[in-house]
């Protein structure tokens, strides 16, 4: 019983570490979307993440639609980047070759739902 009490208690103190040395970042790994179409059409979709993913990139960068701000649709929701991220994924969006399904690994952090952007970076298949 003792050994797996300090088991238990060395497993958590190696994740406690491990939540620390990451200072509270996040990496999301998603499609960068418009806030307007991420909160409007592609919300009310029976598939979000597959609406978001269908969204072109010609679309996104329409004047009206950066202006709304941009995010990520990971894992079936959405999180607004902050403006540093905004021109991250702006210039992501610009490298990428593909028109629409272009998946991005965004990493920082998360703070009232809003995601200060450390690093951007398209995921190729």
Same mark, same amino acid.
């Given at each position: 019983?003792? @050994?797996?009490?300090?088991? +238990?208690?060395?497993?958590? $103190?190696?994740? +406690?570490?491990?939540?620390?040395?990451?200072?509270?970042?996040?990496?999301?790994?998603?499609?960068?979307?418009?806030?307007?179409? /991420?909160?409007?059409?592609?919300?009310?979709? +029976?598939?979000?993440?597959? /609406? /978001?993913? !269908?969204?072109?990139?010609?679309?996104? $960068? $329409?004047?009206?639609?950066?202006?709304?701000?941009?995010?990520?649709?990971?894992?079936?929701?959405?999180?607004?980047?902050?403006?540093?991220?905004?021109?991250? /994924?702006?210039?992501?969006?610009?490298? +990428?070759? @593909?028109? @629409?399904?272009?998946?991005?690994?965004?990493?920082?952090?998360?703070?009232?739902?809003?995601?200060?952007?450390? !690093?951007?970076?398209?995921?190729?298949?």
């Amino acid at each position: 019983m003792l @050994k797996k009490f300090i088991l +238990s208690l060395t497993a958590i $103190m190696a994740l +406690s570490l491990i939540a620390v040395a990451q200072d509270g970042k996040t990496t999301l790994t998603g499609h960068i979307v418009d806030k307007a179409c /991420a909160t409007g059409k592609v919300a009310k979709q +029976s598939d979000p993440q597959a /609406a /978001a993913a !269908n969204e072109t990139k010609g679309c996104i $960068m $329409m004047d009206g639609c950066l202006k709304s701000g941009l995010g990520i649709y990971s894992d079936g929701k959405y999180t607004e980047f902050d403006a540093k991220g905004v021109a991250l /994924a702006k210039a992501a969006l610009e490298k +990428s070759k @593909k028109d @629409k399904g272009a998946t991005f690994k965004v990493t920082g952090k998360v703070t009232g739902g809003k995601m200060a952007v450390e !690093n951007i970076e398209e995921v190729l298949e």
